[in-house]
């Protein structure tokens, strides 16, 4: 496997600062958010300096009962060659349920969401996997996912999963230690357990990425620093195998720059303690157990195993999004922690895809857009979200300022059109105008 060395999640709000970051060997962007045909200037610039980029996706659904949406895969392809990337990245979870499948309402997730560790869900994510690595022009490695709740009925642990999904399907493993310690709070599970039983000759790298706890779970936020039990389990995994790539994930709440190359100092620090002991210990730089297979062993998953998993999943992500009862042998109380982070994360992502909304609303587009996600599921992508609750207010005349209420109408006549009305001269001109009066 190629050699990464000390990475950062590429975000356009640190682009600046990330250039000029030292010792930094590669960066990670999420797929979704880069056009092949119009790479940031940022990105540019560091492939010509001979930086590596990893696109890293997030919407593929690999872990879901259907079959990965031949779409999908073609842009993460094209993000790869794009970027000249030596491998793709994406996760062990499911995003969206319904449809076909199941005869009910297609659902969108808008979050990464756990796969039940059982026989059924590996049969359809080898396969599933399978299609993905046949699609994509480089290797593709696979995250394991931080989980606020478990399935009842498991029968294999992470890294028992995570090992037979690379001994059947030859996948790479992309470890994120923060994930295995949000699992640690969350479930109960002992992250050196799960390191024990993965094959670490597998992994492609390392992510590493900060968090916060609240009432006993603890939330995978990506917007705080990371904190020493991460560190340890990072200390703990470079004791038992040289970790190609390292890399330090950070969504939200970005601090100084300084403060980034502290942590990534952290980071480095905890890889060397963890290769100091393997030194002292003995252990092998390469790897333990069997292997990773060609994946010849994977054939395909019958319908039925999708199907019961499409049923599963449909369940479980109705009550989570559609106020529907929770299914039998899950936490409830921890389904509702999953599911108020869900509506507040689809909150904020819908804020920041349409800006103008919180602008026009106010104190009001917070509370109003919870209550409208407490009745009314994602059904597609987050833009859509924004005009299906712009729509929903303006029908049930929820604004009762005069102003912003036609500014709304305004904002959803605009882009719920084929054509955005602002494209047209004389719309343009009348928002200029508008533009230039407010500054008075």
Not at 84 to 93: F, R, W
Not at 171 to 183: F, P
Request: hydrophobic share 40%; glycine share 8%.
């Amino acid at each position: 496997m190629r050699r990464l060395g000390t990475g950062i999640g590429w975000r356009p709000e640190i682009a600046d600062a990330v250039e000029r970051m030292p010792g930094i060997d590669w960066v990670e962007v999420v797929a979704e958010n880069v056009c092949p045909g119009h790479l940031p200037d940022s990105l540019r610039r560091l492939r010509e300096r001979g930086v590596t980029v990893v696109p890293h996706g997030v919407s593929l659904g690999l872990g879901g009962a259907d079959r990965p949406d031949e779409g999908r895969l073609r842009a993460l392809a094209e993000r790869a060659e794009a970027l000249g990337s030596p491998l793709v990245t994406e996760h062990i979870a499911f995003v969206r349920a319904g449809g076909p499948l199941t005869a009910s309402p297609h659902l969108e997730a808008g979050h990464l969401l756990p796969v039940p560790r059982t026989r059924d869900a590996l049969d359809v994510l080898c396969e599933n996997v399978r299609i993905a690595q046949d699609a994509l022009p480089v290797p593709l490695a696979v995250e394991n996912i931080a989980a606020l709740f478990s399935w009842p009925g498991e029968e294999m642990t992470e890294g028992q999963f995570l090992y037979e999904l690379a001994d059947r399907t030859g996948v790479r493993l992309l470890v994120d230690v923060a994930n295995l310690h949000t699992n640690h709070v969350n479930r109960g599970e002992d992250p050196a357990k799960a390191l024990a039983e993965l094959p670490l000759e597998a992994i492609a790298y390392v992510h590493v990425a900060g968090g916060y706890e609240r009432d006993g779970v603890w939330h995978d936020s990506h917007a705080h620093p990371v904190p020493r039990p991460v560190l340890d389990i990072l200390t703990d995994l470079a004791a038992h195998v040289s970790p190609p790539g390292v890399l330090l994930e950070r969504d939200e709440n970005f601090p100084e720059p300084a403060e980034l190359e502290r942590e990534l100092a952290s980071i480095r620090a905890a890889v060397e303690r963890g290769r100091a002991a393997a030194a002292v210990t003995g252990e092998a730089e390469g790897a333990r157990g069997e292997g990773a297979t060609s994946g010849s062993v994977c054939g395909p998953a019958d319908d039925m195993s999708r199907q019961r998993l499409a049923l599963a999943q449909t369940a479980l992500l109705s009550a989570l999004v559609a106020g529907t009862p929770a299914p039998e042998g899950f936490d409830r109380a921890r389904l509702g922690v999953q599911s108020r982070a869900l509506a507040a994360k689809r909150a904020g992502v819908v804020a920041k895809v349409a800006p103008e909304l919180p602008e026009i609303l106010g104190d009001l587009y917070r509370p109003a857009f919870l209550a409208y996600a407490h009745t009314h599921p994602m059904t597609a992508g987050y833009r859509h979200d924004a005009l299906a609750f712009a729509a929903h207010l303006l029908r049930e005349r929820r604004v009762h300022d005069a102003a912003a209420h036609r500014e709304l109408r305004e904002w959803w006549l605009d882009r719920s059109g084929p054509r955005p009305r602002s494209h047209r001269p004389a719309a343009r001109l009348a928002r200029a105008t508008r533009k230039v009066l407010l500054r008075r």
